[in-house]
Nanobody, 123 residues
Framework: VQLQACGGGLVQAGGSLRLSCAAS????????MGWFRQAPGKERQIVAA????????HYADSVKGRFTISRDNAKNTVYLQMNSLKPEDTAVYYC?????????????????WGQGTLVTVSS
């Protein structure tokens, strides 16, 4: 499956962005999806994940209550709605896909990765 992430940009603290990740090449509804981020000098970390049917989600503690992951299987797209953004949310955000049925929160559990989209939050 090929993943194309978009929606990043520069936003002021307190603002919002919505990231999108479009999938092509295989049946999107078969994949669990995740959003990860990597800030300069730091390891890639999970932001949010959602199972293939959308029934179960996971959020990193740092984004709970501010970010929402969702998917539209008819559009082969997963979204990350980011509200109340903080400067510490600045990072390159990646979407990823896994064929595992269970919810996956580790980067090693994902089989396919998008190219990343940069989110910069100014103070």
């Amino acid at each position: 499956v090929q993943l194309q992430a978009c929606g990043g940009g520069l936003v002021q603290a307190g603002g919002s962005l919505r990231l999108s990740c479009a999938a092509s090449g295989r049946t999107f509804s078969s994949f669990g999806m995740g959003w990860f981020r990597q800030a300069p000098g730091k390891e890639r970390q999970i932001v949010a994940a959602i199972t293939f049917g959308g029934g179960t989600t996971h959020y990193a503690d740092s984004v709970k209550g501010r970010f929402t992951i969702s998917r539209d299987n008819a559009k082969n797209t997963v979204y990350l709605q980011m509200n109340s953004l903080k400067p510490e949310d600045t990072a390159v955000y990646y979407c990823a896909a896994t064929l595992k049925v269970r919810l996956v929160v580790s980067s090693s559990g994902y089989d396919y990765w998008g190219q990343g989209t940069l989110v910069t939050v100014s103070s």
